[in-house]
């Protein structure tokens, strides 16, 4: 009952937020946090449900930004089917860094994502015919329908927040599905889940996709969003921030996850004057999280606020010591 | 004539080889003895190039007495780093050691961008003379390296091989337990090796700094090229860090001379990404990837 009564206040509250803060600056920062909640929420899917942990996905969020990029701005293709085939590319991207990846365990499958963004990234800087290399790619501002000319900033904030809503939505209704039990299993442990039966491999491969694709949308909706966009976004910088904000936030939960996201950009923008300065900052949590609050800010919250907690399956609790 | 090119590529090669073994011998010494991977070891390797700038162009050092001032602060900040954030996270997953030396990497790399600017630095270092050999061309700078290299690495492999510390930290890479048991402190093996994989890194960014402008992203590089190294030398072999060192700035100096300089990092991940997928325990090791 509860559940139902905060989705409802977060709904209203999303729908109604730009009406309050029509400040335009203060509407752009409410665009990133959406845009950074979607890519962290595709992290989560890897990090929380699954126990794999891609130390690479830049390549995904900076490849749909490029496909989306290159797609409106040199083939002048529509912003919706440019958001389309973004994803999808993202998503075969996803399966194919999956192939290689998922041989390998624990520490060589994160130095194997890392390799495979760093070679994604590689690419794109050295194809300046196609993606301007490290002079960045300029993209057009794409028109929605309905909205009038000037508030675009209203235009992407809805589909933000369309796309994250229903991808939280899914992945709600998924996680209670026999289906996203079974990602549950694996987290815990792998060999027994495959005893029972669980197809481990194929479930992690797809997983994959589906993540890389999500995190490609949300690069897709960055692109235009921003303007330009270089190769940096490709960097492992942009790989450490998503991690970022799905430890702070608490893995495996998905507002954790979008928590850590808001956390994100009210820290960047408290130390907008100073880009730089605000990564050290971050950096410097990130390290502090990790070794005082392993299990992220919200979650141990959550747990003390519904003590005789019956419902949710135990939250993952990096401290373990087997499985690595 | 071509045969003169090969040579003349074949020694730039050996110049950055000695390089990547060094920062990867330091990297594989921290993988083969606490298991962790250590995400931020370039950046160390940067940060000596950097105090060895400012050493030099601020405070009017010699070249000798900054890099000597570069490796002491820089082990004793990494000493810092590993009390502080590493020793706490030991016993727990090793996700965590890993998301903090990424965070460590990210924190060193953003701290030089604010304090230097992410311009590049050119260090002028006494050893600006050239030597030709017939048709090849090598600066003093990179008979420095390779002279001071070889010595480092025979010093690291004679440490490790005949002395009391040495022999410890190699007990303790075989078995952290069976060390514990035969009264091995490895808490004091882990600060020690820790140190002196931060100082071959340190070592090599005094070495390397110079021979190119020093930009802040050269520290993410070499961490990822030590990676490659240790990867397909066998995690944790130093024997095989240093041959895979040598080897890869071989391999890419030829990629260099005859394909593309641009292409040259991609030749190394590539060759990486293969030998995962053949040979996951590289192509000296003995350790078990899966």
């Given at each position: 009952m509860i559940r139902i009564f905060l989705t409802a206040v977060a709904v209203v509250v999303a729908i109604g937020a730009p009406f309050v803060v029509t400040d335009l600056y203060f509407q752009q920062v409410m665009v990133i946090f959406g845009i950074y909640a979607i890519f962290a929420v595709a992290l989560d899917i890897l990090f929380g449900f699954l126990g794999v942990h891609s130390f690479g996905h830049a390549a995904f969020f900076g490849g749909g930004a490029y496909v989306c990029g290159i797609l409106m701005e040199t083939y002048g293709v529509s912003f919706g089917l440019s958001l389309v085939a973004a994803t999808v590319l993202s998503a075969l991207l996803g399966l194919l860094v999956a192939i290689p990846a998922l041989r390998m365990r624990g520490i060589y499958f994160a130095i194997t994502t890392l390799f495979c963004a760093e070679v994604v990234r590689l690419i794109v800087t050295n194809v300046p015919s196609v993606t301007r290399g490290t002079m960045g790619l300029t993209t057009p501002l794409p028109s929605f329908p309905g909205v009038p000319y000037g508030y675009e900033n209203l235009g992407f904030y809805y589909l933000t927040f369309a796309v994250l809503a229903l991808s939280c939505f899914l992945l709600e209704r998924f996680r209670r599905s026999p289906l996203g039990r079974s990602f549950i299993a694996i987290r815990e442990n792998e060999q027994l889940a495959a005893s029972v039966g669980v197809p481990v491999f194929r479930i992690k491969f797809y997983a994959f996709g589906v993540s890389g694709g999500l995190a490609g949308l949300a690069g897709a909706i960055y692109a235009p969003f921003i303007g330009i966009i270089s190769p940096d976004l490709l960097s492992p910088t942009y790989s450490a921030m998503g991690m970022l904000m799905v430890v702070v936030g608490g893995f495996g939960t998905i507002y954790g996850a979008i928590f850590g996201a808001f956390m994100f950009s009210v820290v960047t923008e408290i130390f907008r004057a100073a880009a730089e300065l605000r990564m050290i900052i971050f950096s410097a949590l990130l390290i502090a999280a990790i070794i005082f609050m392993p299990r992220g800010v919200l979650t141990p919250l959550i747990d003390y606020l519904r003590r005789?907690?019956?419902?949710e399956p135990a939250v993952l609790d990096v401290n373990r010591k087997d499985e690595a | 004539m071509a045969f003169n090119i090969l040579l003349q590529q074949l020694l730039n090669g050996l110049t950055i080889g000695v390089g990547y073994a060094l920062v990867a011998g330091g990297l594989a010494a921290i993988f083969g003895i606490m298991r962790i991977v250590n995400f931020a070891h370039g950046e160390f390797f940067m940060i000596a190039g950097y105090v060895l700038y400012y050493g030099m162009s601020v405070l009017g050092l010699p070249y000798f007495a900054a890099a000597a001032l570069a490796i002491v602060a820089v082990v004793a900040f990494g000493y810092l780093i590993q009390r502080l954030t590493i020793e706490p996270l030991m016993e727990t997953d090793p996700l965590n050691t890993l998301l903090a030396t990424f965070a460590l990497s990210l924190f060193m790399f953003h701290s030089v961008v604010v304090i230097s600017g992410s311009g590049g630095r050119t260090i002028d270092t006494p050893f600006d003379g050239v030597i030709t050999l017939g048709n090849v061309i090598l600066t003093e700078q990179k008979l420095l390296v390779m002279v001071a290299g070889v010595i480092f690495l025979g010093l690291l492999a004679v440490f490790l091989s005949h002395t009391p510390v040495g022999k410890q930290m190699r007990a303790t890479a075989e078995n952290r337990y069976a060390a514990t048991v035969l009264g091995i402190d490895v808490k004091r093996i882990d600060r020690f090796t820790f140190g002196l994989g931060i100082a071959l890194a340190a070592v090599a960014g005094v070495l390397i700094a110079p021979l190119t402008p020093l930009v802040p992203s050269v520290g993410t590089a070499y961490t990822l090229k030590a990676f490659a190294v240790i990867v397909l030398g066998g995690m944790g072999s130093i024997p095989g860090a240093i041959i895979a060192g040598v080897g890869l700035g071989m391999v890419e100096a030829l990629t260099a001379g005859y394909l593309s300089s641009a292409w040259k990092d991609g030749v190394a991940f590539l060759v990486l990404i293969t030998v995962l997928l053949t040979r996951p325990n590289g192509l000296f090791g003995q350790g078990v990837a899966h």
């Open positions: 005789p907690s019956r419902r | -």
